[in-house]
């Protein structure tokens, strides 16, 4: 399992920067995994994304489907890739710290 | 490079025989490509231990886009360090799978410069398959793709890269422009072929003619197979001149039929349209003397699958008759309600099919407006179990 | 880091029509009728009298940029640069001038490329990833199709066969290609339940998702050490590999018990019959590599007596239903076993619900 | 009390030969064939040369001691006191002298029996218990049948139809008798979910039974007023009454929503196709007693379009399959709609996979 | 009695028309029953409210035995006291529904001293209904008809009253002696016929030939349909006689072949009997000329039922061919071995067919010791779902 | 619902004898009912079939299945039919008082 190195920070993560421990997870990690993409201070609306993937994750043992999270957020899907290019799967569901996502392969 | 490679004697002896050999491809490549070379020894290791030695999914991607890209890290990286990262790019083909040599080359040359120099031409959805590319590859792959008119195809909880037959770019049965209409649909389902939304993959196929060349009744989760109205267009003459050159018209046409509705007397066919199911075979064993009606469209099917997870499907019938004329509004609209409906209510990795099968034909039909015809089934129900919404009850 | 805002994206792929050579503008949509003049060699006619030559040539599908380039330079020698692929991958040249015909397929003949394909004859093996690049695969792809077409290559070059004959393989069952509805359809199977890393399975994989995700309802949730983690009824197992679709803890690769199985009786023209799934054929072969001799024999075996039993036309599943299954298995030499009857969702549906029995 | 040690008990049924007549009994199992001399008239010929005559009348089935005296005095007075029923429940005279036949004929005419229900026919209606005795039923049996065979009385008595018309009719979805596998077959439907009787039912019913007895999973166990009962998710009912049958107190049977569906094309003889099940045609009639004006008017246009379309020996669900469902509903003006698409436990096998359209 | 009779013009109405009156039948019956007229009063009331009135089930029977009643109460019993209990009794039938009279006027003097007068004749399963008595009645009713020779039919959990077609009694087509297997099984299973220890019902049921006409393939549990297995005996002559006779035998006969193996050049038919599957089409058009082969015996099959609970079922093929002699050694020990298995394994309710399905038709033959053959199913399995139940394991 | 007395005591009890309410049972009741079977005094086979029956209902809410009841209590099908000649379920269950059985009609 790689390590990377955030803001001094050292995480176990995957091959694809996804945290090992999905418990491991706080907001500074949050913060640090943006970096990650391309994100130096994440907004509000970030905030919210992330803060929501990871309530249902916690509540619901799983990742919400994209276009529950779109509805509940009232966000358009364009505006999930500008606010995290690599998607609400790749970017977001990292940032959150929740498993890897298989169902979208 | 190769004073370095291992010895791949198992491989080695696939390069024998008459039919072209895969592993001298990969040989090819890795003349001028490391990653090429590991791939040989990777395959190599499989040989002798009968397992694959890939890692279970990966999820890159290029930026802007969920779609288009297979991760794959291997599971002994140590060993082959160059195939540690080795992710495929699935890019969209042009439809029918024409090329001009230039486009064809300009691929390649992104290639050799960046990936492994190894392709599927094809896969099996359809697209082009750039196999085999590290991580930090992925975004100048992509930019010089697009510089040159190419763009990604779908993968994972998206529309896939519609595909269809060669139709009437050389086909003399296509009965609408399968060319055409896939082209159209690939760009109005841009960004759900790019950014995945759906429960699941939805694929779309479409075919000329009941023959089903791109075997979308089984593939597509959405098939598309021209058909026609009106009677066959026979050429009596014609017909005569087949069994004057040696076709028994009677045992190897009219007999196959399957709704045994054509009669040969020696001298004329006879067909009774009412009857026929218009399967092709007639017209495909006399291709000089049949033709498909002139009152042309498509039948649109729904469902189609592979066994993942409730077993696998045949698309069945939804539309029996479509016109489709540019710009396919109607298809388009039915399209647009079926991806509302389950877009919304489907279940994670549930495909269009199982859906349907969960709540009920006759409720779909309901939800997207369509009407129920006896056309979509083989026959009506056999079990009693009739669902009423609604009942009388007492005057209180 | 890009600006993706400016980046190039949603293009779609070229449009078609600048592919498309000439002669196919002019006759786009108005051909007549078609001839095969000699096999992988198609003709079409249309309705002015135009004639387009195609000659069609079999690919192992994995090529290499060098290989495009090789074709690219015949096609530009012989079609203006003009060619295609079919939806089986094999390679189509087309020609307007019926002279080259023969000198193209002898410089294909040169680089190593067959001809053929057309009419009621065998078509390239349509098959998928493997030990190439597939997590999922139970046996590798492209090693048993060049095996196998190295063998039945005689039925690609020439048309010797009843009708057309589809073989297709998939190295797993999740079946990517149309396997489950091929004359005959070599596929990858597991058959050892999933090997559970529950160390690692309470932080990779949802739950929810890997109980639900399997179609028998074999998979249970469990505390173990202190973890959420998941266990398997192993005799509820049949190995469909979802669970390890969605969790990565889950692997069903198993040296010991992968290998293939062998499918017959499939098809997906409408011709004559309606579509239809492949039926269980063998249950099980051995992964042998480099050449799989057993699936090969075994194919070969299936392909000859199809071939000198069926009627013009009649495609495998069709030869099949006509002559009854129980004398399907009595030519071919194949062991009618419990694996054949079905026992999934629709089973009741296969079993002979009459005394309509051919012996 | 008697003592159950010495009664009389499985003796099972007295045994059939002591009823066969004379001429069975040299002719057992030595018939060399039969004709059909006229309507409701068989002889069978033996290898001797013997010939058997058989006289069938229709019967209501329900009968009473009297009717079956009087039934007797005939048999007595043409057949040395043999006779037999049939599996149809009609009732079969054995005549040895040709010329008795007209005679008996006449006496069951006055009697009020007609001849009929041999060969290429309809024959009697087989049917259930309905008002009569049931608890389950849905609408009644015997006056259905009773109005029907006024109407259907001249294809029993003549052999006018393409081939043989099986017509059966059963109060409820437990269907006893063939109803499933009928040419034309009368159902009984509920159409509201079971009213629950939550007082009683904590006491007279099984609980764990009643959950499990539903195939949609639309009962639920809860608890009302600290009684232990259930609920039903309506929405999830289609009325089988399966939870009735195991517990009392979840009737279904409603006035108002009770009534008749009718479904055709069922056959079980293996003579050319398969046997097969009925399929909904008319998913609801009411229930119009004394002569329920709706079903029959439905039926007898069953039989017309039939006859008036199929070919020699081909039963309504060979008919049907050769022309199409499309053409079978536009030539019989029922409607087709949601009711008619299967969505129970193999729905999907019964969409049309393939591009064979009949239209 | 007939003065204090109260209206029933609804029924009335259906002492009318041409075909036989159940409205006579139960009017003659209350000339001496009580009984029988307030039945008519019940039945008038459910024509005008157009629902039932009798009571959900009833467990009542005569002692010893557990089966062979089905007991009722009615609804309304104050306003119809006479049927307050109105229980039917199962009276196993002879075999093949033969009959002399004194035999069936005995069950009438029984009948009209103690039950309502009313009967059926017959029953679905076979049985003579006697329809109607108090409970008081059933012991006496039950010791009249053993005393002249009559047992109970089955009921409940049990196995059923077997029924068969005439058979070899009046039909040339037997392809087994129906009535022997029938009476030999009732006898062989009077304890399981009047004892419920089984799961749910069992049927048996026996055809002497494909034509099935005693519908055993739709309705039994356990169908026994005679067939044979060599060649279609064909007299040409007779052949030739329906043929001047006006029979179009190519139309009629050889296109109505369900194999299409036959065929008729106007002189001589021809069968291909390798492809024949024994329909009986051709030898029911043609009595006189075709008869079925000599190496007789019968197709045995399994799970037949009606719709209740997981949707109707058809027997299919268990033992593809079986000779059936007496002692039918053969044929009792396959019962036997599925009655075990199914007595212990079947949940309550679950008929046979349903069990077949939960358990896979592979396991259940491996638990009663046949082996699988291809003649057992229309097609191999379609989804690649096979159970395995060990696999190798790695070495230590 | 009719009641019947029995030995002084009085019963709610359905047509065919069976308890109304299935929870007022007890020994006494057991003996009873079970002179309406017939048998005056209830013999040991007798109450261990019918206590069997008793705490099968109680503990799983059901009947047992007739064959899992004699092999579990070592009784052969006829020899419970001696015992309650009109059979497990209309005799042996109503003395038990469990439910009136429906699946065996
Ligand atoms: C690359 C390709 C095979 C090939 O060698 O050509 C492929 C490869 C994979 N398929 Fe596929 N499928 C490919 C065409 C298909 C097809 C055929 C088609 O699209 O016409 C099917 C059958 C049709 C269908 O969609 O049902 C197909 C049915 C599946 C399934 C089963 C889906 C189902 O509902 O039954 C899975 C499993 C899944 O989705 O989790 C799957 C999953 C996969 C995955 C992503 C593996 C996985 O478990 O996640 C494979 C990645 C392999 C790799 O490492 O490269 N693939 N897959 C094909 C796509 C190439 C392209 O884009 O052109
Ligand atoms: C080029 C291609 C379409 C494309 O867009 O790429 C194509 C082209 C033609 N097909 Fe096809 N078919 C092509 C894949 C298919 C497929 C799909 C597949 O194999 O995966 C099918 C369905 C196969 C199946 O049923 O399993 C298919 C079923 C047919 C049939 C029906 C054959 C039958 O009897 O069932 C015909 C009619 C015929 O050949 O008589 C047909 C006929 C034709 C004709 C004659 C149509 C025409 O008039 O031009 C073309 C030449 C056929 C030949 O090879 O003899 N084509 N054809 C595909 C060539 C694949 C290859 O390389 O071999
Ligand atoms: C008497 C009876 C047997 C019995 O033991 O009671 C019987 C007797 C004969 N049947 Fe039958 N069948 C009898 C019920 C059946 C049934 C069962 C049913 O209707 O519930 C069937 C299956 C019906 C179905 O498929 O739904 C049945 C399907 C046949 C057939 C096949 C007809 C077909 O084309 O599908 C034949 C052959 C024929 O008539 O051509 C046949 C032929 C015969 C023959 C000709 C056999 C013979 O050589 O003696 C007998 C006279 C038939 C006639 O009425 O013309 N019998 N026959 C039954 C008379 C019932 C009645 O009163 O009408
Ligand atoms: C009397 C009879 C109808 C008739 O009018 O002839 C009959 C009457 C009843 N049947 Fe039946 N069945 C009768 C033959 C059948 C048949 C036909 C056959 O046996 O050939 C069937 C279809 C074949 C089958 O067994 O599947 C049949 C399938 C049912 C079913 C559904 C069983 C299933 O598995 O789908 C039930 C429901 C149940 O068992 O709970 C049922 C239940 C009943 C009950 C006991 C009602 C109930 O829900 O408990 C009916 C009692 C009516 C009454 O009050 O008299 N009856 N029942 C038939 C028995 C007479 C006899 O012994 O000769
Ligand atoms: S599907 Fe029909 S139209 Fe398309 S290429 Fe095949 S034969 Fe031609
Ligand atoms: S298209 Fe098919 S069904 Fe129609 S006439 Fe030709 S062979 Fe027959
Ligand atoms: S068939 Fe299975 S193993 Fe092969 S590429 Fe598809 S998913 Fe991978
Ligand atoms: S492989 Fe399939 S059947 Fe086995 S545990 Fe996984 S999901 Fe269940
Ligand atoms: S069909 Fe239903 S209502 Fe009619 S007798 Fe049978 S169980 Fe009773
Ligand atoms: S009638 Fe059938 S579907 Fe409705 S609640 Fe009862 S058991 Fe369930
Ligand atoms: S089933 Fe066959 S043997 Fe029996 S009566 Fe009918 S035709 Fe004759
Ligand atoms: S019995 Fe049937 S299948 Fe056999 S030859 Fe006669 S009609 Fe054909």
Not at chain 1, 24 to 45: C, F, R, Y
Not at chain 3, 178 to 203: M, W
Request: aromatic share 8%.
């Amino acid at each position: 399992m790689p390590t990377i190195e955030l803001n001094g920070h050292t995480y176990a993560v995957d091959e694809d920067g996804f945290l090992e421990d999905p418990m491991l997870w706080n907001e500074q990690v949050a913060a640090d995994l943006a970096t990650t993409e391309g994100i130096a201070n994440m907004t509000e609306d970030q905030w919210k994304l992330v803060n929501y993937l990871r309530h249902y994750y916690l509540e619901f043992g799983i990742a919400p489907m994209v276009r529950k999270l779109c509805k509940e957020n009232g966000f358009k899907l364009n505006q999930v890739y500008e606010m995290f290019p690599s998607g609400p799967a790749k970017g977001a569901c990292k940032v959150a710290g929740l498993p890897k996502p298989t169902g979208c392969v | 490079m190769s004073d370095e490679r291992r010895p791949t004697p198992k491989l080695d002896d696939l390069e024998k025989g008459p039919w072209p050999s895969f592993v001298r491809e990969m040989k090819r490549a890795a003349e001028g490509s490391a990653m090429a070379d590991q791939l040989l020894g990777v395959l190599e290791l499989s040989y002798g231990d009968r397992v694959g030695h890939w890692k279970h999914g990966g999820v890159v991607g290029v930026r802007g886009y969920g779609a288009g890209v297979i991760g794959r890290y291997s599971d002994v990286p140590e060993q082959f360090p160059e195939v540690a990262q080795f992710h495929t790019m699935r890019v969209n083909h042009p439809a029918g799978w024409f090329y001009k040599t230039d486009a064809l080359r300009k691929v390649c040359d992104i290639w050799e410069k960046h990936g492994s120099g190894l392709t599927n031409l094809h896969g099996a959805t359809g697209d082009i398959i750039l196999l085999g590319m590290k991580t930090e590859s992925l975004e100048p792959v992509f930019a010089e793709l697009t510089e040159n008119g190419f763009d990604l195809g779908g993968s994972g909880s998206v529309v896939r890269t519609p595909s269809c037959c060669v139709g009437p770019a050389r086909c003399e049965w296509a009965c609408f422009d399968t060319l055409a209409l896939t082209y159209d649909l690939t760009q109005h389902y841009q960004d759900e072929i790019h950014r995945p939304s759906l429960p699941y993959k939805f694929k779309i196929k479409a075919s000329g003619c009941p023959n089903d060349c791109v075997a979308a009744i089984a593939r597509a989760d959405l098939s598309i197979i021209g058909t026609w109205r009106d009677a066959i267009d026979v050429d009596q003459e014609a017909v005569g001149t087949y069994a004057a050159d040696g076709l028994d018209v009677r045992a190897t046409v009219c007999d196959r039929c399957p709704s045994k509705c054509m009669a040969w007397d020696g001298t004329s066919l006879d067909i009774d349209n009412s009857a026929c199911v218009r399967c092709m075979h007639c017209i495909n064993v006399m291709p000089k003397a049949l033709r498909p009606g002139l009152e042309r469209g498509a039948c649109i099917l729904i469902g189609g699958k592979a066994p993942i997870v409730s077993g696998a499907m045949l698309s069945s019938v939804l539309v029996p008759f479509m016109k489709l004329e540019p710009p396919y509004t109607e298809l388009k609209e039915l399209i647009g309600k079926i991806l509302e409906l389950w877009g919304d209510e489907g279940k994670n990795r549930e495909r269009v099919g199982e859906f349907i099968q969960r709540v009920g034909l006759g409720s779909f039909l309901e939800a997207i407006g369509l009407e129920p015809m006896p056309e979509m089934v083989k026959h009506p129900r056999e079990n009693p179990y009739v669902f009423y919404e609604e009942y009388f009850e007492e005057e209180k | 880091m890009p600006d993706i805002a400016k980046r190039k994206t949603d293009i779609g792929p070229p449009h078609y029509e600048q592919f498309l050579p000439p002669i196919i503008k002019a006759n786009y949509g108005k051909w007549k009728y078609h001839e095969i003049p000699r096999p992988g060699v198609l003709v079409h006619v249309g309705e002015t009298g135009d004639r387009l030559y195609t000659v069609r040539a079999g690919s192992p599908r994995l090529l290499s940029v060098q290989t495009i380039r090789q074709i690219c330079d015949l096609a530009d020698k012989y079609c203006d640069g003009y060619l295609r692929f079919t939806s089986r991958h094999n390679i189509e040249f087309l020609l307007t001038d019926p002279a080259k015909i023969d000198l193209l397929i002898a410089d294909l003949a040169t680089a190593g490329f067959p001809v053929g394909g057309t009419g009621n004859a065998l078509s390239n093996i349509v098959h998928t990833q493997g030990w190439i690049h597939c997590h999922s695969a139970a046996t590798d792809a492209s090693g048993i199709v060049k095996a196998l077409m190295d063998e039945l290559i005689g039925h690609f070059t020439s048309m010797d066969l009843p009708g057309k004959l589809r073989v297709a393989l998939a190295c797993c069952v999740n079946m990517c290609g149309a396997v489950h509805c091929s004359d005959i359809a070599i596929l990858g199977i597991h058959r050892r339940p999933p090997k559970i890393n529950h160390d690692r399975l309470p932080k990779m994989c949802e739950l929810p998702t890997v109980v639900a995700s399997c179609p028998t309802a074999a998979i249970r949730p469990v505390r173990k050490d202190g973890h959420e983690t998941v266990e398997v009824a192993e005799e509820l197992c049949m190995f469909c590999g979802n669970c390890y679709t969605v969790c990565p803890a889950m692997p069903l690769n198993d040296p010991l018990n992968d290998g293939v199985s062998i499918w017959v009786g499939g098809k997906v023209s409408n011709a004559r019959s309606e579509p239809g799934f492949s039926k269980l054929a063998i249950p099980f072969l051995p992964n042998n590599p480099p050449r799989w001799p057993e699936v090969v024999d075994a194919v070969k075996k299936l392909v000859d007596v199809w071939a000198a039993n069926a009627r013009p036309y009649e495609r495998m599943g069709e030869w099949i239903e006509r002559i009854g299954w129980p004398r399907f298995f009595r030519l071919t030499g194949i062991e009618f076993t419990k694996q054949h009857i079905d026992d999934f969702r629709h089973a009741e549906t296969t079993f002979r619900r009459s005394v309509h029995v051919k012996r």
